[in-house]
């Protein structure tokens, strides 16, 4: 309970700092604090109390209860691999934003299209 | 827009308050909701009891690799893990036009940091650490199987170590003058995006050769490389994981070339209408 409490007050500050925050870096930081929350969130539900890593050691066929499910860790690792690519997108954008109007301040860049 | 400053930026501000006081209730719905949960680290959770005992108990026979997570990423989900592959890949051809094609470079020049913190401390230090790093990378994508690790771990490993010695080398100099298309060390943005091209068509290359010799696209049972049907899997296994970790690496050195060109060596960032254009 208390992880999954953890993973929600991440994911909220993470949300919040995307809607608040002025600055779209700040934001982007804040996106990826969200992603984080959701991989908490998703390995945390793949933990079994008296379960080890999903890796066959020695010995004979596999118990299913002896091991944590591998199929969250695998979908997070997509997530982590998805969270990479959205963020150097998501630089290289700030930099051309950067460089076209010199400013990455949400509100200064509204005023700038206006 | 003729209206008067201020009240607009009054107006923002009690939205700004009105959007803050969301957060706290979204919180507070999240953790009520976590109530119909199951207890965390229940063996008899719903996500325990279905479909993940059949990957436990088979994966290591059906496919020889003793790491679960391996098993699952590169065989049964194959497919999907292509489909991420192109993901990175995408991410990497997009920074490139956004940022060097849109600057209006041909030639793409880039080979670091413009002003790298060279000094001799570091010089020294990246001269230990960085083929440590290179390769430990080798290990953990060679070691995939059978311990924690694989392509996108250590494909990032080494892109990190190259990163390393692009942020402290800088370009490379010849005869005093700095070759701003050559890096210190490791692959320019080009040879970078050439490894990445190569790791997913590779990655495809299996999957259509599986195809060739009478399976499915990424059934890699079929191929001829042994009698022992979780041996081939084991071996092909291994191919997607190292094409998977030329494309993470290549891909992790375009977008760190790319962001990085972003500013002109006299720190005015391109496109800007500062200073001198080249």
Known sequence: MTTYAFAAALFTIGLAGMALLPNLLRKLLAMNVMQVAVIVFFVSLAFKDGATVPILGQGGAPVAAEFMNPLPHTLMLTAIVVSVSTTGLALGLLVRIRSRFETLNERRLLDKLR | ?278
């Open chain 2, 1 to 278: 827009m003729g209206a008067s400053p201020p009240p607009r930026h009054e107006a923002t501000r009690v939205r700004r308050l009105l959007g803050a006081a969301a957060f706290p209730a979204l919180f507070t719905g999240l953790v009520l909701g976590m109530a119909e949960l199951p207890e965390f680290g229940d063996p008899a959770s719903p996500a325990s009891t279905h479909v993940s005992p059949r990957f436990i108990e088979d994966a290591a026979a059906e496919t020889g690799a003793a790491n679960m997570v391996t098993a699952v990423l590169a065989d049964y989900r194959g497919y999907d893990t292509l489909g991420e592959t192109a993901v990175i890949f995408a991410a990497g051809l997009g920074c490139l036009v956004i940022l060097a094609a849109a600057g209006g470079r041909p030639n793409l020049p880039a080979a670091g940091m413009s002003h790298p913190f060279g000094s001799v401390i570091l010089d020294t230090a990246t001269r230990i650490l960085v083929p440590v790093v290179l390769l430990f990378a080798v290990y953990v994508l060679i070691h995939g199987h059978i311990s924690p690790g694989g392509g996108f771990q250590g494909g990032v490993l080494f892109g990190s170590g190259l990163i390393m010695m692009r942020l402290v080398w800088g370009p490379a100099h010849e005869g005093g003058a700095r070759q701003s298309d050559v890096p210190a060390f490791g692959p320019s943005l080009r040879s970078s995006l050439i490894l990445a091209c190569a790791g997913i068509l590779g990655y495809a290359g299996i999957g259509l050769a599986a195809m060739a010799f009478g399976g499915e696209f990424l059934n890699y049972g079929t191929l001829p490389l042994g009698s022992d049907p979780a041996h081939v899997r084991e071996l092909a296994t291994l191919g997607i994981e190292a094409a998977v970790f030329l494309t993470v690496a290549g891909t992790v050195g375009v977008l760190f070339d790319t962001i990085s060109i972003g500013m002109r060596e006299d720190g005015v960032p391109i496109g800007s209408g500062r200073g001198p254009r080249e």
